[in-house]
C-alpha cells in the first residue's frame, strides 16, 4: 500500500487527491490543511468555465450530477469597447459560440448608453464551490480519504509518506520560498438577483462582471497586487457602481455579502516533480499550484496529470527497490 499526502484542499488539492484515488489502485490518500471549504479561495470565486488548455474531463466526471456538483450552463456574453478585441481561440470548444454582429452591438450599446465595438457570445457554465467543494470532499472520504486539519510548517513533518502533494495555492510562496507565486487580490459583491440568467463581461477601461450562480448574482471585480484580505470601501462602491450603470436593476438588489480573494498568480501553473535530498533518504513532491483566476477551470484536468506524476513516483520507487 503506498501513503500519499496531499497538503491542501481547495479546489486543487480536492481534485488532485480524488484522481490519485481513482487511477492509482492500492493507494491511501491523506489531505492536511489548514482550511477547507467555505474558508478557501474558491468560495469566494463567481466559477465561470473558460475552457482553455482543458479537454472535456469535467463532462465525463460529473456526467448526470449537475445539481450536487452545482453546474448551471449558461451563456456568457464578453463586451468590449476596445479596438483590438478578438475572439479567443478557445471559444471553439465551448458548446456553441457566435461573434455579435455589428447591428447587434449597436443595438447594445443603445440599450446600455456605451459603444461597444466588438463582443461575443458563448455557451458554458459556472462551477459552484459552495456545492462541488463539499461534493468533492465526501467523494474523498467515501473513498477512504482522510482529512487532516494540519498547518505543515515544513515537508519533513511528512517524510514518511510515499508522495507529498502540494496544493497550497498563493501560500506555496511562504512554505517553498517560491518568489514567482503572488497574490492577485480579488473583490466581489454577492447580490440577490434571481431574474438574472446569462453572464455579462465588459472589456473595457471600466471593466466589470455579473455573474449569475445558484442563489445570488456575483458582482466583480478588482485584480489588484496585494494582500489585503479586508474588503475595501473603494472598490465596493466601484463594482457596485459600473455594474449597475450596465444593468440598472442592479441599483435595488439586496447586497449578501461582500468578500475577498487572494488568487495563486504566477507565470505559469507549477505542475512538476520535486526530489529533496534529506539525510540518506529523499522526499518526492509533486507540486500543482499557481492556477491564477483559473482555478476552477483547470483543476480536473491538472488534477488528472498531478495523479500522473504520483504514479510515476512511485513506479520509480518500487523499481529502486528492487
Ligand atoms: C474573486 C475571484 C474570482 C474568481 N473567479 C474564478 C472563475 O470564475 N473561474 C475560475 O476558474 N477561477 C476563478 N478564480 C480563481 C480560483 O478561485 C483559484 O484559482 C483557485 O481557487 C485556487 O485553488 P487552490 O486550491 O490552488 O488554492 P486555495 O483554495 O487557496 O487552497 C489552498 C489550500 O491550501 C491550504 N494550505 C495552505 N498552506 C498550507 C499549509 N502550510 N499547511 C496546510 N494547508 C495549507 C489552505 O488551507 C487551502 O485549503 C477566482 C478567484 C477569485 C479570488
Ligand atoms: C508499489 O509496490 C507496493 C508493494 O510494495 C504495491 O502495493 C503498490 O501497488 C506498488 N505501486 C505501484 C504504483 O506500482
Ligand atoms: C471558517 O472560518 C470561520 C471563521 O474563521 C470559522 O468560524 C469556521 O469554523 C470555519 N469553517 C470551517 C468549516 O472550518
Ligand atoms: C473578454 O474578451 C477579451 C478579448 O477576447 C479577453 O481578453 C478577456 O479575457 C475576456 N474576458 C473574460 C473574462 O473572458
Ligand atoms: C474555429 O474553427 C473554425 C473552423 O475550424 C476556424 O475557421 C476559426 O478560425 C476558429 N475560430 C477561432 C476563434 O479560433
Ligand atoms: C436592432 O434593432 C433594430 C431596431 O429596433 C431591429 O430592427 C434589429 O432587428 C435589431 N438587431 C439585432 C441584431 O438585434
Ligand atoms: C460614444 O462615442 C460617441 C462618439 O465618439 C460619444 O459622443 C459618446 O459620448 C460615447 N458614449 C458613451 C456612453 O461613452
Ligand atoms: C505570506 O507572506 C506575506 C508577505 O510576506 C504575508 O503578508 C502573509 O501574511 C504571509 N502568509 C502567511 C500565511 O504567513
Ligand atoms: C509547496 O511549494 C512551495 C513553492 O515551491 C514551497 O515553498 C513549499 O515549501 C511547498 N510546501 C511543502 C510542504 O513542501
Redesign the pocket.
Known amino acids: 500500500m503506498s501513503q500519499v499526502a496531499v497538503i491542501g484542499c481547495g479546489v486543487i488539492g480536492l481534485t488532485s487527491a480524488l484522481a490519485i484515488q481513482r487511477s492509482i489502485r492500492n493507494t491511501k490518500v491523506t489531505i492536511f490543511t489548514k482550511d477547507i471549504t467555505p474558508n478557501t479561495t474558491g468560495d469566494v470565486a463567481a466559477g ?1 468555465w ?1 475552457p482553455y488548455l482543458v479537454d472535456d474531463t469535467e463532462e465525463k466526471s460529473f456526467g448526470g450530477k449537475a445539481k450536487e456538483a452545482g453546474i448551471s450552463l449558461q451563456p456568457i456574453i ?1 463586451l ?1 469597447d476596445k479596438r483590438d ?4 481561440d478557445w471559444v471553439n470548444v465551448t458548446l456553441g459560440h457566435s461573434e455579435l454582429s455589428r447591428d447587434h452591438l449597436v443595438n447594445l450599446s443603445r440599450r446600455y448608453n456605451k459603444n461597444f465595438t466588438a463582443g461575443y457570445l458563448f455557451v458554458s457554465f459556472t462551477w459552484e464551490a459552495s456545492y462541488f467543494l463539499p461534493f468533492l470532499q465526501r467523494e474523498f472520504e467515501k473513498n477512504g480519504g482522510r482529512v487532516v486539519m494540519k498547518e505543515i510548517k515544513d515537508f519533513n513533518e511528512l517524510a514518511h509518506y510515499d508522495v507529498i502533494v502540494n496544493c497550497t495555492g498563493l501560500e506555496s510562496r511562504n512554505l517553498t520560498g517560491d518568489k514567482k507565486v503572488s497574490p492577485i487580490r480579488g473583490q466581489i459583491a454577492r447580490v440577490r438577483g434571481p431574474w438574472q440568467f446569462h453572464t455579462y ?1 465588459v ?1 473595457s477601461e471600466k471593466s466589470c ?1 455579473i455573474i449569475p450562480n445558484i442563489n445570488c448574482v456575483i458582482l466583480g471585480g478588482t485584480k489588484q497586487s496585494s494582500y489585503n484580505i479586508e474588503v475595501d470601501e473603494v472598490d465596493k462602491q466601484e463594482i457596485l457602481s459600473k455594474c449597475s450603470d450596465l444593468l440598472p436593476a442592479i441599483k435595488a438588489a439586496e447586497v449578501i455579502k461582500h468578500q475577498v480573494g487572494l488568487r495563486p498568480g504566477r507565470d505559469k501553473v507549477r505542475l512538476e516533480i520535486e526530489i529533496k535530498e534529506r539525510d540518506k533518504d529523499t522526499i518526492k513532491i509533486v507540486h500543482n499550484y499557481g492556477h491564477g483566476g483559473s482555478g476552477i477551470t483547470l483543476s480536473v484536468g491538472c488534477a488528472v496529470e498531478a495523479a500522473e506524476l504520483v504514479e510515476k513516483v512511485l513506479n520509480q520507487r518500487n523499481k529502486s527497490k528492487l
Open positions: 465561470l473558460e464578453n468590449s478585441h478578438k475572439i479567443p463581461i472589456d462582471y
